[in-house]
């Protein structure tokens, strides 16, 4: 079901917080599908809202009579609005559950990585929706409410975030212009979320049409702006979520790796990582390669340092350059080659046993 209600009543809210009472009458139907969001916060309400427009002397005020029993009086004279006769249960105060909220987000816009922290800001990074590993739109939530406090600071990370971005808010009119103006300048997406998300169970969300839409469209812009980025371009857009323990390398030839993700394997050159040295010869690769080589005949280990300070340094500096252009080929994050106990180590499984063994696709390429 489309839901309004409840995005109206995050804007009007302060720390989207009311009272059962109030919450029921703010969302009517809406309630059973936004409850598991709202929560008791263990807190009892002093009043109840009035009817609009209400009088000088509004909200209604709770008293709890002596038996237990609990009104909202208007304290206007001559009286704005009815009294109420309330239950305790009623009085019981519900606030948004901003990490339930922000999961369920998560999971409709199919979001990664996880949530790492929620912690209470203005501007909160949800996670990215990825077009591949490591290629994706990241995706931010603002729940301003009705008294919206944006330190300059607040906007720093999503202003510091390459395009495209989105930002997620309650309704179109949920912030103020001092913080929608600079986002639009930046390129952020803002996607309401009255418009493009609806209801489906429960503390369950999922995408409308029009959202889903916005989101492929983005996506799209990602795919074109990774093709006409300068330099070397990608190997393989591996599946979201992959990471590089899932991935599998082996030499088949000095100038030849197999890589295998998934159950797909694909073929590389050093071409594919910017690392064949063709300023000289054809058959000559960087140091970085043949690094890469010296990992794969010890099975993706080796030592940290060496025999003298200066061919520790070049060790360094040709670990540094493989790890980059691992990553850049793959799109992977983390660093693919870790130091564990004296020594480099690949994330991933790493091999030259065709090379060692002289088995099929042994090269008699000499490396300079």
Known sequence: MMISKFWKALDELTDGGSSHWGWQQRLDEEWKAMAPFLPATGKMAASLPCPHPGGEDCPRQVIIHGDGTASAICGDSPKACQSLEVTRDALRTHALDRRSFAEALVKAMELQPPIRNLAPSFIQRLGTRERAAGLGVPVFLCIPGATPKAAHQDLDEILETPTPVVLLCPTVASLPS?????????????MPLDANLFARGPGKFALTPQGDTIMQDLLGQLGDMAAQAKGPQRAWDLPPRTTWEDMTIRFTAAAWINVAVGGVTRAFEPDAFGLRNTKTQETAFKEAWKFFLELGAQNGRHALRCANS??????QKNKQALSRALKKAFGLEGDPIKVVKGEYVTRFVLSADDLRQGRQGQSSTKLR
């Open 178 to 190: 001092t913080v929608a103006e600079p986002l639009r300048r930046h390129g952020v997406t803002i």
């Open 310 to 315: 200066k061919d520790t340094q070049l060790l």
